[in-house]
């Protein structure tokens, strides 16, 4: 299923930069339950990031790994792509690649039956073709590597949600990402011949002390429209100063599959 959407609008480094601090008030850290969920690798180990965007995972997890390992990111934004390559200081060879997992197939560098993990952050739900991308990521891994995909799962953002649906329709690509994307890349990866499937859930949830607090967030995500900035942030507000926070639900689900 695909957005009307823009994804290179979504991914821009501004707009991403907006979403990150919004989310490094959250009440739980992502980054320490996404090392907690690094499943077991060979070493020397070959990792690839499909959606890479600015090199946040591609930091995190590098600096774990020596230096006779190798890391490639593959982003459309050119943009981010230089702020990964800015940020990266870890041991572990990296290659960037700007294109789209969507053609994983015509990049020389990604190499058939060479990659010991594969995995895509909040990413893998705006390709064309989900069936495609499992079974060339099928490809690329060895035998035993694994795709790790994370993703939004049900009940994310069901407070703002309740606000936005009566002013606004919300697109039906958000409700497919929260509610069926991930048993799409469950039930499609066993028929594709991924062999276990290792799931994880976090709970999350970030603050917001105002309506226009929250205002700055969802102007930068896909749920924005114009026009209903005050209907929203008065209805925001009005719980704040009911219950002294609006707090939005974050709950993300991790999907380890075996090949």
């Known amino acids: ?68 390992c190798h890391f490639t990111g593959l982003d459309r934004s050119a943009e981010l792509l230089a702020q990964a390559r800015q940020r990266y200081q870890a041991p572990p060879h990296l290659t960037l690649i700007e294109g789209s997992f969507d053609t994983l197939e015509a990049y020389p560098a990604l190499e058939p039956g060479t990659f010991d993990l594969i995995y895509a952050s909040y990413a893998l739900y705006y390709t064309q073709d989900l069936t495609k991308v499992l079974r060339d990521v099928y490809t690329l891994l060895k035998p035993g590597g694994v795709l790790w995909v994370i993703a939004p799962y049900t009940g994310t953002n069901a407070e703002f949600l309740r606000i936005i649906r009566p002013l606004h329709e919300v697109e039906p690509f958000m409700d497919y990402v929260f509610d069926r994307f991930h048993q799409e890349v469950v039930a499609q990866g066993q028929s594709l011949g991924y062999r276990s499937l290792k799931p994880s859930l976090l709970r999350n949830t970030i ?4 309506g226009q607090a929250f205002m700055d967030y969802l102007s930068h995500s896909l749920f924005y429209r114009p026009g209903h900035d005050a209907a929203i942030s008065a209805a925001v507000q009005a719980i704040c100063d009911q219950e002294g926070v609006f707090k939005v639900s974050k709950n993300i689900i991790s999907l380890q599959l075996r090949k």
């Open 1 to 68: 299923m695909q957005t009307t959407s823009s994804q290179e609008s979504i991914s821009s480094a501004g707009m991403l930069q907006a979403r990150l601090a919004a989310n490094a008030a959250a009440s739980r850290d992502f980054d320490e339950w996404c090392f907690r969920q690094l499943p077991e690798l060979p070493l020397p180990a070959r990792v690839l990031d499909l959606g890479c965007g600015n090199g946040k995972q591609l930091v995190l997890f590098s600096r774990v790994f020596s230096p006779a």
């Open 207 to 210: 603050p917001f002390g105002s």
